[in-house]
């Protein structure tokens, strides 16, 4: 199936039908549903090579596009105080249904010019000192911390080695295990490797319906395993790496609701689905004691893997 012309007109031609027929009636939710239901059979038959092609769509949102939606008085800092601003991570403050948290957004950027300032996405390290600081800082005010990863992993570049990319995020691994405040962690488009894992500990690891989180892109597995990229659609059957997997696996928490076929065809319903999930987690998270969050949070990243024995299940 060809993501980017057959799928995108089968959805744009029931969303065009689903409005025809509901003149008159703006409800987000009973459009999304009739166009989820016309389209029950196309959707259950989505491979997991379409669903990363929807998580890398061009029209996906970004960060940017939730946070300057669903938040309020954002506040960002700059620098790791060592040396530069990273622009491929955004790292603040902002005010979340009347309570201040702290955020962390790796941002790709949309057109060439943003893409070049933030690298689309693929973080350096001061970007993740960067987001050292801002934890300490939550930490410090006792600020829930919201994690927004979208990336195709952290920068590979010859500098950012010399400046200690391995160093910067095998820090934040230990800083965020035992960070005294609560951590969610939210996949938004692409989650790979390193990359993602620089800010991706935390107590409740969330994805959106069409993200894929992976140690490394399909492209780079069949590269290794199979030597051609040309596989990758094969390698990512085997991989086991979007939300449905990943849920069934035990290795996240909850999948958060898209509007049908992606993201891009529903902004607006997928923002509501996005702020009603973090609602619901700050809330749950906020009435647990703190050591005790803590001490969940340890054992559940001890514990990854352990109830793995098997992928026929998945099938």
Not at 95 to 105: D, H, K, R, Y
Not at 204 to 211: K, T
Not at 262 to 281: C, P, R, Y
Not at 289 to 292: Q, T
């Given at each position: 199936m ?10 744009g ?7 025809i ?28 090579w379409?669903?990363?092609?929807i ?25 790791d ?13 902002g ?11 790796q ?6 010019k ?8 693929m973080m350096?390290?001061e970007g993740y ?12 005010f ?15 570049g ?12 095998a ?7 035992t ?13 790979c490797?390193?990359?993602?894992l620089?800010i991706?500990?935390?107590d ?9 989180l ?10 290794i ?19 449905h ?13 898209e509007s049908?076929g ?23 998270l906020?009435?647990i004691?703190?050591?005790?969050l803590v ?5 559940k ?11 026929a299940?998945?099938?």
């Open positions: 060809n993501v980017a012309h057959s799928l995108e007109d089968r959805i031609a029931a969303y065009q039908a689903a409005a027929h509901n003149a008159g009636n703006s409800d987000l939710k009973t459009i999304d549903s009739i166009v989820r239901e016309n389209l029950a059979e196309t959707l259950n038959s989505l491979t997991a379409d669903r990363i092609q998580a890398r769509h061009p029209k996906r949102p970004h960060s940017l596009d939730y946070l300057e939606s669903l938040f309020t008085d954002l506040d960002w800092i700059a620098g105080r060592a040396h530069g601003d990273d622009k491929a991570l955004l790292a603040g403050w005010e979340f249904c009347g309570s201040t948290v702290a955020i962390l957004a941002q790709k950027g949309r057109t060439l943003e893409r070049l300032e933030r690298n689309s996405g350096h390290p000192r960067k987001a050292a600081r801002l934890a300490k800082l939550a930490e410090k006792s600020c829930p911390l919201l994690c927004f990863i979208d990336t195709p992993g952290a920068y590979a010859i500098e950012a080695e010399l400046r200690g990319q391995s160093d910067a995020i820090q934040n691994l230990k800083l965020f295990s960070l005294q405040t609560p951590i969610i962690n939210i996949v938004i488009g692409e989650g490797s390193g990359g993602a620089g991706g500990i935390g409740r690891l969330l994805m959106q319906e069409y993200s894929y992976s140690t490394i892109s399909p492209e780079g597995c069949a590269s395993l199979f030597k051609s990229a040309d596989k990758a659609a094969y390698a990512a059957e085997q991989m086991h790496i979007t939300a997997e990943l849920k069934a696996l035990k290795l996240i928490d909850r999948i958060i609701p049908v992606g993201a891009h065809w529903n902004t607006d319903l997928t923002k509501d689905f996005l702020k009603s999930v973090i609602q619901e987690e700050l809330h749950i906020k009435n004691d703190l050591a005790h001490e969940h949070r340890l054992q990243i001890l514990s990854i893997g352990h109830e793995i024995n098997a992928f299940d998945l099938s």
